[in-house]
């Protein structure tokens, strides 16, 4: 039995959605999952975002933050290494620049503010490393829900850490 032409693109189009998920926690990433509205908008005031500062966001998915912070800020990144995801968030938060690529090779030096919502240890613990090396002194990096080990603790308010560099 032969499958049809959209069988065929239906079947590939379920196995790059399955693929994009699970892939990057079997590369050192970290899966998609969304951070829900309330707890970006909470982590964007008690990291006190302002206008004219540079904000990134670290594997930035199909860009909910961006468009949260886009309010707030001027100056609006994201990294994000799945094209698909980039693809969404390029389209969706049209103020922001989106980088399609993987965070570790781009530079951050410039940051004010970093937003992450990654997985707790070794993707965690490689991002400060990259962070410590490359921000100036007083950057803001606020983590939803998984804490940091090695940074400087500055708020914590339920399952949002905010850390000076």
């Known amino acids: 039995m032969a499958l049809g032409p959209l069988m065929v693109l239906t079947i590939l189009v379920i196995a790059y959605v399955i693929a994009s998920i699970f892939l990057p926690l079997l590369t050192g990433g970290a899966g998609y999952t969304p951070t829900p509205r309330r707890a970006v908008d909470e982590a964007l005031a008690i990291a006190d975002l302002k206008k004219d500062e540079v904000f990134y966001d670290l594997g ?78 007083g950057t803001r990096v606020v983590s939803y829900l998984h804490a940091i080990e090695g940074m400087r603790l500055v708020r914590k308010r339920s399952d949002i850490f905010v850390y000076e560099a």
């Not at 503010?113 to 997985?119: A, E, G, L, P, R």
């Not at 490689?126 to 090396?133: H, L, M, N, T, V």
């Open 60 to 137: 930035c998915g199909a860009g909910g933050v961006l468009l949260r912070a886009l309010r707030r800020c001027d100056d609006v990144r994201g990294i994000e290494i799945e094209p698909l995801r980039w693809l969404v968030a390029r389209l969706r938060a049209r103020g922001a620049r989106v980088i399609l690529g993987d965070l570790f090779k781009q530079d951050i030096s410039d940051a004010d503010v970093i937003f992450m919502f990654q997985y707790r240890g070794r993707i965690n613990d490689r991002i400060a490393r990259k962070i410590r090396s490359e921000v100036r002194p």
